[in-house]
């Protein structure tokens, strides 16, 4: 098991890489399952050094909920953003919001700068290095302690839950 | 026969939408009105065009060739890591270079601390000048001189 943990730094990551290998030469023919798998150990080994301990996934359910409220959030922010860009009348009222951070962990921070990125009118502009605050900027705001909450409960929490606790 | 004419009716959908998708992120870069509210466009209505566009793609050559088409994923998903992340660092660099925007934004950037910023500022380059005008500004002097003379 430790000799495994030595070659497979990060077994998720070379699944991964098997996966997209495949995906790319499309075909499961031997010797092309037998390429991606060299590759899945040996691309982990040479850039080893560069990751971080990353975080396990505690509940891979509601991982693939939070992709599906992700994709279905997208969807809906982009009609927004659409019928905000082409009704002539309608002004777009801007702002800044400085989003304290619950989480911790860099990698779960990043997720969840990505999704605020991609979802409703709101893109991550500047993180404190020390991991306290992220701040956005949102196309269309409402009141501010409204958007606050809504990310935190949205997409926040569920991040928390998935990698932390 | 009924099949292929919805794949297909569902196909001309996917394709349309993602156009309008794609095209009104890309209007957004026109209309709106400072740099951080540009930024919103391309995050946002591209990323949706093309999901929609390679979905399209994904069905008709399944349906065409008989054989699972699936590597259009790999698009999406490489797509949806890197958009959020240019988004981010075209943000920062307009925090960092102070741009303007709108006097209507509520809220303020807060002062950068120096742990956020790195080593030093970035250096605010001169603001650059309008092209036609500084031409037709040029003709116009050497058109003065050349009254006096």
């Known amino acids: 098991m430790k000799a495994l943990g030595r070659y497979l730094p990060t077994p998720t990551l070379s699944l991964v890489l098997l996966v997209v290998w495949l995906l790319m030469v499309r075909s499961v023919s031997f010797g092309q399952i037998l390429l991606g798998l060299f590759l899945a150990v040996v691309i982990p080994l040479m850039t080893r050094d560069f990751w971080e301990p990353l975080p396990r996934v505690k509940h891979p359910l509601k991982l693939a909920r939070f992709v599906l409220v992700v994709l279905w959030d997208i969807v809906v922010a982009n009609l927004q953003v659409s019928r905000l860009i082409l009704s002539p009348k309608r002004e777009a009222h801007p702002g800044f919001i400085e989003y304290p951070l619950e989480v911790k962990d860099r990698l779960t921070i990043t997720l969840l700068a990505n999704t605020i990125t991609m979802t409703p009118g709101t893109v991550s502009t500047n993180i404190r290095l020390d991991g306290s605050s992220l701040l956005i900027h949102a196309l269309d705001m409402g009141e501010e302690q409204a958007l606050i909450r809504e990310i935190r409960e949205r997409y926040e929490r569920p991040l928390k839950e998935i990698f932390e606790c | ?149």
Not at chain 2, 26 to 31: A, P, R, V
Not at chain 2, 84 to 104: E, Q, S
């Open chain 2, 1 to 149: 026969m009924t099949f292929f004419v919805i794949t297909e009716g569902l196909i001309s959908l996917l394709l349309v939408a993602g156009g309008i998708f794609a095209f009104t992120g890309s209007l957004g870069m026109l209309k709106l009105k400072d740099f951080f509210m540009r930024l919103h466009g391309p995050t946002k209505g591209t990323t949706l065009g093309i999901g929609c566009i390679l979905i399209a793609s994904m069905l008709y050559f399944t349906v065409t060739q008989r054989t699972f088409h699936v590597q259009e994923l790999l698009i999406t998903l490489f797509l949806f890591i890197s958009a959020p992340v240019t988004g981010h660092m075209l943000a920062k660099t307009g925090l960092h270079m102070h741009l303007r925007f709108i006097t209507g934004t509520r809220g303020s950037v807060p002062e950068l601390r120096d742990e956020d910023v790195g080593q030093s500022r970035v250096a605010r380059p001169a603001r650059a000048k309008h092209p036609w005008h500084t031409r037709k500004a040029k003709k116009r002097s050497r058109f003065k001189q050349r009254e006096t003379a």
